[in-house]
Structures are given as structure tokens and as C-alpha cells.
């Protein structure tokens, strides 16, 4: 049971808009920083989107991030086949001593 | 360019002791915050333990707390992952990660798979 919540699944097809969601808590999401990776079936996650809504460079501009409270979301616009992937969202929390947490991920399916 | 090279996992017993090593180049690697994340097969990603750039502070997963230490060796470019008493719920392929100033990890390693098993 992850401490951030995802839906595992999301599906949309090309050129749609999708969007993940993550739930969280006052130790977490609604107080700190959200970050979304980007991971392929048997390689390296990539970071996506950090400090709830910036994105790195190289990134497109379709994935967008947001923050309300203690949950966020990750938008996917103009959905490509090759945005099919599982999705991560993290945060840092304050509970305990201090840890990070990851969400249980999303898989995005393009139909 | 940014490089992290995982080495050290295989195959070991319930109880026994593991070290990864993350070897770090192309930037200034006492710099940078350091990170192990793992994941469990066909699972998602867990995170396991985190260093400061100068390795004066460490946290890690509830769940590794007492069994697992992380350290950096700023001469060596090496990040390691000392894992005793090991579980079978430990299995997975553990990633190494640099935190950038944006607290995004912005660089993995390619991953090391490790199998706790009798």
C-alpha cells in the first residue's frame, strides 16, 4: 500500500487529453513539493515534472503538472502512442523522520 | 555528460549481506544528493535511502531502517548501498539517483537487480 494514491490504470486515445491523479496527505503533498517520472517497460525512470509544475528541459510542453492541496495531477495533451508508460508521482515526507514516498504508479495505456 | 553505473547485485541468501556501488561521472559528484530506489518485479518504484551532497545526513524507508546504510565516497565518485540482513522482500533492481537543486532526480543509473532467495 503506497502513501501516495494513484489509479493504476488511464488509457485515452491520440490526441486526447488525459490526466493522473495523486492523493496524498498534509505530510506530504500538502506540504511539500510533487515530482511525476516517466518510466518505459525495462529502463530508468525520468523525471517529468518537478516542484509540482515545472518541467526540465527536453520535456514537451503537452505534460503539465499541477497542485491543490493534498493532491496533484499530471495533464497529458495531444496524447501520442509513444507516451504509453507507467507514471510516478513522489514527494517528500514530513511524518516519522523524514522520507520519501512514491506513488504506485499509473499505466498509461494509448488505444 | 552525467553518468551512474550500478554494480554489486546477484543472487543471495535470506540473512546475508549485500554491497551496490553507483559510480558517478561527468559532474561534480560531491555536490549532489544521492538517492537508492528500488523496484520489486513487475512492481513500482519504492525509495530506499537518501545521502546529502556531503553525506552528513542520511534517511531511509521504514522498512530498511537498521538493516541498510548508505554512504558516499566524495573522493571516489561512489555512491554505496550496505544491505545486511536481507529479506526476500528486498528483491528488485535497485537504481541509484542524483537529486538536482530542484529536489528532482534528474539522473539514473541503468539499475542493478537483486535476488534474495534460499
Known amino acids: 500500500q503506497s502513501v501516495l494514491t494513484q489509479p493504476p490504470s488511464a488509457s485515452g486515445t491520440p490526441g486526447q487529453r488525459v490526466t493522473i491523479s495523486c492523493f496524498g496527505s498534509?505530510?506530504?503533498?500538502?506540504?511539500?513539493?510533487v515530482y511525476w517520472y516517466q518510466q518505459f517497460p525495462g529502463t530508468a525512470p525520468k523525471l517529468l515534472i518537478y516542484r509540482n509544475n515545472q518541467r526540465p528541459s527536453g520535456v514537451p510542453d503537452r505534460f503539465s503538472g499541477s497542485k491543490s492541496g493534498t493532491s496533484a495531477s499530471l495533464a497529458i495533451s495531444g496524447l501520442r502512442s509513444e507516451d504509453e508508460a507507467d507514471y510516478y508521482c513522489?514527494?517528500?515526507?514530513?511524518?516519522?523522520?523524514?522520507?520519501?514516498?512514491f506513488g504506485g504508479g499509473t499505466k498509461l495505456t494509448v488505444l | 555528460q552525467v553518468q551512474l553505473v550500478e554494480s554489486g547485485g546477484g543472487v543471495v541468501q535470506p540473512g546475508r549481506s549485500l554491497t551496490l556501488s553507483c559510480a558517478a561521472s561527468?559532474?561534480?559528484?560531491?555536490?549532489?544528493?544521492m538517492h537508492w530506489v528500488r523496484q520489486a518485479p513487475g512492481k513500482g518504484l519504492e525509495w530506499v535511502a537518501l545521502?546529502?551532497?556531503?553525506?552528513?545526513?542520511?534517511y531511509y524507508v521504514d522498512s530498511v531502517k537498521g538493516r541498510f546504510t548508505i554512504s558516499k565516497d566524495n573522493s571516489k565518485n561512489t555512491l554505496y548501498l550496505q544491505m545486511n540482513s536481507l529479506r526476500d522482500e528486498d528483491t528488485g533492481v535497485y537504481y541509484c539517483a542524483r537529486e538536482d537543486y530542484s529536489g528532482g532526480y534528474d539522473y539514473w543509473g541503468q539499475g542493478t537487480l537483486v535476488t534474495v532467495s534460499s
Open positions: 498534509s505530510s506530504n503533498i500538502g506540504g511539500n513539493y
Open positions: 545521502i546529502w551532497y556531503d553525506g552528513s545526513n542520511t
Open positions: 561527468g559532474y561534480t559528484f560531491s555536490r549532489y544528493g
Open positions: 513522489a514527494a517528500w515526507d514530513d511524518s516519522l523522520s523524514g522520507q520519501w514516498v
